[in-house]
């Protein structure tokens, strides 16, 4: 899968990059490209955002500042899927994650501040998710947050078998996971529940499916 991130601060990705699950398939099933909007602005100076039209507080990234990022790279419109990352997009769900995981190709369109011209999400975005109902001031999170997610669906990214009870799989049918405990068995008088000390796999079993939330 070729993951395109186009994003005013392209060095923000550089830790990311280095833990898993990103670190994990990165070069093999995980192309990352981050592209630079003042790397092709047509404007002066490396200018990318301005004042919106009607007044208020904020900058908004331009439309034209994105069309030319977009052809540099593509020559024009890609193929695939375009996502502008944006509060109005639709909800970012495990759900989505999994249809996207499927697309060869994605590109990411990032933003600061008030966000973008609202011809960008008409008209060069093919898609919009929201990955909450609150306001970032750094727009690579949100491109962060996704990339993340779709790391972890592709192949070789988690130990086999690692992902199939995670919260919201579908051997959960979309919960939250059951509680996990670890050693020590007994703390300030907090205790494990008997059953996950058992050793009985089929009551460990039905356990969790009860506790699952």
């Known amino acids: 899968m070729r993951v395109d991130v186009f994003t005013l601060v392209p060095h923000a990705f550089a830790w990311l990059t280095e833990q898993r699950p990103i670190a994990a398939v990165l070069g093999d099933e995980l192309e990352l490209r981050l592209f630079n909007y003042r790397d092709s602005t047509p404007l002066r100076a490396g200018q990318v ?7 208020g507080a904020g ?3 331009r439309v034209d500042v994105v069309a030319a990022a977009l052809d540099a790279v593509y020559g024009g419109a890609p193929a695939h899927r ?4 944006t509060p109005q997009g639709r909800q970012l769900t495990q759900e989505v994650v999994e249809e996207l995981a499927t697309e060869e190709a994605v ?3 990032s933003s600061r501040f008030e966000g973008f011209d609202e011809r960008i999400v008409q008209h060069l975005s093919s898609d919009a998710i929201s990955i909450g109902p609150y306001v970032l001031s750094n ?3 949100p491109a962060m947050v996704l990339l993340d997610a779709l790391a972890r669906r592709l192949p070789g990214a988690l130990a086999v078998g690692s992902g199939e009870l995670e919260s919201f799989s579908a051997k959960l049918g979309g919960a939250l996971e059951y509680p996990h405990f670890t050693r ?8 494990v529940p008997e059953v996950l000390l058992s050793g009985d796999h089929a009551k460990i079993e039905r356990w969790r499916r009860e506790h699952v939330r």
């Open 49 to 55: 955002d301005d004042e919106p039209y009607g007044g």
């Open 184 to 191: 020590p068995p007994e703390f300030r008088g907090w205790s």
């Open 107 to 109: 590109t990411l369109l």
């Open 59 to 61: 900058m908004v990234l």
């Open 139 to 141: 727009g690579e999170l």
């Open 82 to 85: 375009v996502i502008a990352l």
